[in-house]
């Protein structure tokens, strides 16, 4: 199996902290390479203001081969179902830095009934009628070959500050390998990708936020996203920041201003 998913706290059906008072859940579709400490600070936030969190985390191999993200995506619908059969709360899609390409864009695809999934048509309408909003931390970025190159070394993930070389000769080599061969297939999927974040202007209010001296997610294509998405019709707020760098240090600073 490619990725998991996992309920970062209590289930709506357990009686989270809140429900009675109009919570939901929030379901994060967490950072590359990041575990489920890492993602705890955002989970408790979260369950501080009554809302239940399912997160799921996304793997390397997601973000060039599709029919995984599918699957992925689809598990984490199933799951989600599960509690909203029980009983519909909002729902929230919090998406972070590589998990848009990574898992989020598919589950919009299988809700939009853009692709076949495992579920049934009641069930996708059941979500679809659920969601109230989505959030977009550091993100979207640009799919291209090297995307997942530069998430793999840059020093917040490998928690070291600078690769070791021969671990980055290899990754770029890699890089470079699907570039020829796949040059084609990655084109078509960044559309796709794209035209399915999107077509999904409607699924709003939507929170957006960026920073300018961000190295992964370029400050610059993530305000061409929020721009366009109010050209569609879009209800967009855009938060940026001067100086939040695209690691786990952040979390502290966007608790804070969130709370």
């Known amino acids: 199996m490619w990725g998991r998913h996992y309920w970062g706290g209590r289930r709506p059906s357990d009686g989270a902290a809140g429900a009675e008072a109009g919570g939901?859940?929030?379901?994060?579709?967490?950072?590359?390479?990041?575990?489920?400490?890492?993602?705890?600070?955002?989970?408790d936030l979260y369950a501080a203001l009554g809302w239940a969190c399912l997160v799921c985390h996304s793997d390397f191999i997601t973000l060039f081969m599709p029919?995984?993200?599918?699957?992925?995506?689809?598990?984490?619908?199933?799951?989600?179902?599960?509690?909203?059969?029980?009983?519909?709360?909002?729902?929230?899609?919090?998406?972070?830095?590589?998990?848009?390409?990574?898992?989020?864009?598919?589950?919009?695809?299988?809700?939009?009934?853009?692709?076949k999934g495992q579920l049934n048509l009641d069930d996708y309408q059941l979500v679809r009628d659920?969601?109230?909003?989505?959030?977009?931390?550091?993100?979207?970025?640009?799919?291209?070959?090297?995307?997942?190159?530069?998430?793999?070394?840059?020093?917040?993930?490998?928690k070291m500050p600078e690769p070791p070389r021969v671990l980055s000769w290899m990754t770029r080599g890699i890089a470079s390998g699907l570039d020829t061969l796949?040059?084609?297939?990655?084109?078509?999927?960044?559309?796709?990708?794209?035209?399915?974040?999107?077509?999904?202007?409607?699924?709003?209010?939507?929170?957006i936020f960026c920073s300018e001296d961000d190295e992964l997610a370029p400050?610059?294509?993530?305000?061409?996203?929020?721009r366009r998405l109010l050209e569609l019709g879009g209800d967009v707020n855009l938060i940026k920041w001067h100086s939040s760098p695209h690691d786990i240090t952040s979390i502290t600073l966007r608790n804070t201003e969130l709370q």
């Open 219 to 226: 400050c610059s294509v993530v305000q061409n996203f929020g």
């Open 130 to 158: 659920c969601i109230c909003g989505q959030i977009y931390d550091s993100s979207p970025v640009d799919f291209v070959s090297d995307l997942g190159t530069r998430f793999l070394l840059h020093p917040s993930v490998l």
């Open 24 to 43: 939901g859940v929030v379901v994060m579709f967490a950072w590359l390479s990041s575990q489920e400490r890492h993602v705890r600070a955002y989970v």
């Open 67 to 115: 029919e995984k993200a599918a699957v992925l995506a689809d598990r984490v619908l199933t799951e989600l179902v599960k509690e909203l059969n029980i009983r519909p709360v909002p729902v929230v899609f919090a998406s972070f830095s590589g998990g848009p390409k990574g898992c989020t864009y598919k589950v919009l695809q299988l809700i939009e009934r853009r692709c």
């Open 182 to 207: 796949f040059t084609g297939k990655f084109e078509a999927q960044r559309k796709e990708y794209w035209e399915t974040l999107y077509s999904s202007v409607h699924v709003g209010p939507i929170l």
